[in-house]
């Protein structure tokens, strides 16, 4: 099946300031999402980013398909944004027989004051 | 629009009982995906439902099961419940049809096994 690895594991960041977060996937993909997880759990969508670039607000996203990658920046981080980003994909092969998100390990961020 | 409603939020179980967990999508939406996430194993797929039927399977034992009904509205059953099985079990909707749409997560169940 198909690999998604999201790089760097941990991140600590202080307040204010910018962050990347990496997502490479190891085949092509139909859907690309970001999520993140709140303390109490649920997963908030962020982006539905297959390809292109994305911004909303605070936070933006880039997904290069043909080279297996995506990326979540963050700027001017706020003590909100702590928690897990999550990036997970669809497997082209899934394409017109539903939905199978494979998700990577994530990225556990905490901002602190 | 209501989101993605999860029931019970809370639950814990004896090892050998089996669990109901019951999943209401997002009114239109007619697919319906459960997912596992356990420290160990991060977030697994278990199935997939559209207009009741199972349009995709992950890699569990046949101990976990679903269903969809009429109104899109999802359960999910685990039997002969083990410790392994305490996890974080959230439900997800989308509009369906094919891959490519957007998709939405509820609050999830957490579910203790003891």
Redesign the interface.
Known sequence: GIQVEQSPPDLILQEGANSTLRCNFSDSVNNLQWFHQNPWGQLINLFYIPSGTKQNGRLSATTVATERYSLLYISSSQTTDSGVYFCAVDHHMIKAAGNKLTFGGGTRVLVKP | KAGVTQTPRYLIKTRGQQVTLSCSPISGHR?V?W?Q?TPGQ????LF?Y?SETQ??K?NFPGRFSGRQFSNSRSEMNVSTLELGDSA?Y?C?S?A?G???????????S?LTVV
């Open positions: 697919s995906s997912y996430q991060g977030l697994q797929f997939e559209f349009r995709n992950g974080l959230l997800a989308s369906g094919t891959t490519g749409n957007t998709i939405y997560f509820g609050e999830g957490w």
